[in-house]
């Protein structure tokens, strides 16, 4: 099994800053893509942002030049900088990796979607 761990959100005043990490464990091979999603009221879940392996990212246009994801390949942890934070930002966040569970997976290059359990992020006006 695996499991994503999330921390770091709360709640923060327009204009704030929060950072966001998520660490995977257990039968981890490898992790292909992660990424950070969210879920406002009413709303479908939506990306933020991705990353591979590799370390090239994406961003949603809405936080393009606010937020940033990372990764630390060594830790199998994601993170969220998150910059100028807005009270349309207002949601709960979860964290999605593609994880390689064994040596055989990896050889038939099939991966796993793992979600974390999300983080409430509250931004106030």
């Known amino acids: 099994q695996v499991q994503l761990v999330e921390s770091g959100g709360g709640l923060v005043q327009a204009g704030g800053s929060l950072r966001l990490s998520c660490a995977a464990s257990?039968?981890?091979?490898?992790?292909?893509?992660m990424g950070w999603y969210r879920q406002a009221p009413g709303m479908q879940r939506e990306l933020v942002a991705g990353i591979t392996r590799g370390g090239s990212t994406n961003h949603a246009d809405s936080v393009k030049g606010r937020f940033t994801i990372s990764r630390d390949n060594t830790k199998n942890t994601v993170y969220l900088q998150m910059n100028s934070l807005k009270p349309e930002d207002t949601a709960v966040y979860y964290c999605?990796?593609?994880?390689?569970?064994?040596?055989?997976?990896?050889?038939?290059?099939?991966?796993?979607?793992?979600w974390g359990q999300g983080t409430q992020v509250t931004v106030s006006s």
């Open positions: 999605n990796a593609q994880v390689i569970t064994s040596a055989q997976a990896l050889r038939a290059m099939t991966s796993r979607s793992y």
């Open positions: 257990g039968s981890i091979f490898s992790i292909n893509d």
